[in-house]
């Protein structure tokens, strides 16, 4: 999947088309996750938050390690600092 994602990059900019769905397809999907997203960033305690944003991405929490743990906090300041912008 991944490299004919990435085939798809090579001739268009536009993302539904990369990632081969419709237009409606992605709104929908988009909007979903985004609702999903911004209740996980809205925690505002950041090591809960990296678990639920690695649980959302599909880690397992046998495959959760302190360096993914870290690497999501870093991701979840980030992100918190920039809403408050």
Do not use: C, T
């Not at 991944?2 to 088309?17: C, D, G, P, Q």
């Not at 880690?59 to 918190?80: A, P, R």
């Amino acid at each position: 999947m991944i490299n004919e994602v990435l085939e798809r990059a090579k001739k268009s900019k536009v993302i539904y088309e990369i990632l081969g769905i419709s237009r409606e397809e992605y709104d929908r999907l988009f909007k979903q996750y985004l609702e999903e997203f911004n209740g996980i960033v809205k925690i505002g305690r950041f090591v809960e938050a990296s678990i639920r944003l690695l649980r959302w991405l599909g880690f397992d929490d046998s495959e959760i390690d302190l360096d993914k743990l870290i690497k999501g906090v870093v991701v979840m300041k980030v992100l918190v600092r920039e809403r408050r912008r």
